[in-house]
């Protein structure tokens, strides 16, 4: 099936640096979406893209959809211990606008030492 | 909380077991999305309903169906239960049915023993 390759799998930072993470894929999307999970709960929307180069700010999250629309990227500026979790992006193909239909990266896991 | 709520929250059964999930999206979304996550296999898109309509399939299995009632509320069965089977759930909802917004319930972690 679709797949799209998110990187990296982990990371491990200190408090108050910035963390970039990106998903590419060999198709293209209508849309881009990024999502937090923390353990235990359901994903959290964090960010929605709509149009190629789009650049979309959310507090310290910044995230950005590539003028190819086969990949995108999200900041987090200055981390704090509570951005620790699990980050998703999610796309929707180009053809599929009549249903929501979301394919998800395999996920960034984000740890946060204080 | 996102609005959308699911039960049970835990789920232990047994192989060759059915079980329902159920789903209540929030005030207002028509669309309701069901999603599976393993550790092996990521969030995969299994079904979504519209208005009491199925509107998309994913990688479900036949095993598995679904519904969406008059109220707007879902629910996803799971019949002859394997190993394999076991997971978390996510119901999510949007406003629309192409809507990309979603908004995840809290799941259900489902256990086959």
């Known amino acids: 099936g679709q797949q799209l390759n998110q990187s990296p799998q982990s990371m491990f930072i200190q408090e108050g640096e910035d963390v970039s993470m990106n998903c590419t894929s060999s198709?293209?999307?209508?849309?881009w979406l990024w999502y937090k999970q923390d353990p235990g709960e359901g994903p959290v929307l964090l960010i929605a893209?709509?149009?190629?180069?789009e650049l979309t700010s959310n507090g310290r999250l910044t995230a950005q959809f590539g003028i190819t629309r086969k990949d995108s990227f999200l900041n987090i500026s200055a981390s704090i211990p509570s951005d620790v979790g699990i980050y998703f992006c999610?796309?929707?193909?180009?053809?599929?606008?009549?249903?929501?239909?979301?394919?998800f990266g395999q996920g960034t896991t984000l740890q946060v030492k204080p | 909380d996102s609005g959308v709520t699911q039960t049970p929250k835990h789920l232990i059964t047994a192989t060759g077991q059915r079980v329902t999930l159920r789903c209540s999206p929030r005030?207002?979304?028509?669309?309701v999305y069901w999603y599976q996550q393993s550790l092996d296999q990521g969030l995969q898109f299994l079904i979504q309903?519209?208005?009491?309509?199925?509107?998309a399939k994913g990688n479900i299995l036949e095993r598995f169906s679904a519904q969406q009632f008059p109220d707007l509320h879902s629910e996803l069965n799971l019949s002859s239960l394997e190993l394999g089977d076991s997971a978390l759930y996510f119901c999510?909802?949007?406003?629309?049915?192409?809507?990309?917004?979603?908004?995840f319930g809290p799941g259900t972690r489902l256990t086959v023993l």
């Open positions: 999510a909802s949007s406003v629309l049915r192409g809507s990309d917004e979603q908004f």
């Open positions: 198709s293209i999307f209508n849309t």
């Open positions: 893209l709509y149009k190629a180069g």
């Open positions: 999610a796309g929707q193909l180009r053809g599929s606008s009549n249903t929501g239909k979301l394919i």
């Open positions: 005030s207002g979304d028509l669309s």
């Open positions: 309903y519209y208005n009491g309509e199925e509107r």
